[in-house]
């Protein structure tokens, strides 16, 4: 059982960034690949960044890609998500996620539903 608590969410301007953190409990989480997906009302959830059980390789859409960056530490615990040169449209819930198959030819680059969730923190860009 993996717990993920997401934190460092909030308002910004445009053009502004932001880090978000994300803690993880339980003795397996550096054997699950890690990824930070976000939501706005009324779309479906999205992919922004995933990162490989040992942080060996990354992926990002093309929305993001260039201003953000995941990365993960597993003598800690923690996976992180660096953003940069925000935009309005990256206005959303972010959540931290675990435990998925990743598939780089997809373009989500995620096989199925993660097996575990954060509750999801808020980012607010503004213009």
């Known amino acids: 059982q993996v717990q993920l608590v997401e934190s460092g969410g909030g308002l910004v301007q445009a053009g502004g960034s932001l880090r978000l953190s994300c803690a993880a409990s339980?003795?397996?989480?550096?054997?699950?690949?890690m990824g930070w997906f976000r939501q706005v009302p009324g779309k479906e959830r999205e992919v922004v960044a995933v990162?490989?059980?040992?942080?060996?390789?990354?992926y990002y859409p093309d929305s993001v890609k260039g201003r953000f960056t995941i990365s993960r530490d597993n003598g800690k615990n923690t996976v992180t998500l660096q953003m940069n040169s925000l935009k309005p449209e990256d206005t959303a819930v972010y959540y931290c996620?675990?435990?998925?198959?990743?598939?780089?030819?997809?373009?989500?680059?995620?096989?199925?539903?993660?097996?575990?969730w954060g509750q999801g923190t808020q980012v607010t860009v503004s213009s």
């Open positions: 996620a675990a435990d998925f198959f990743i598939s780089p030819s997809s373009p989500s680059f995620v096989h199925g539903p993660p097996k575990y």
């Open positions: 990162t490989t059980w040992n942080g060996g390789n990354t």
């Open positions: 339980g003795r397996t989480f550096s054997s699950y690949h």
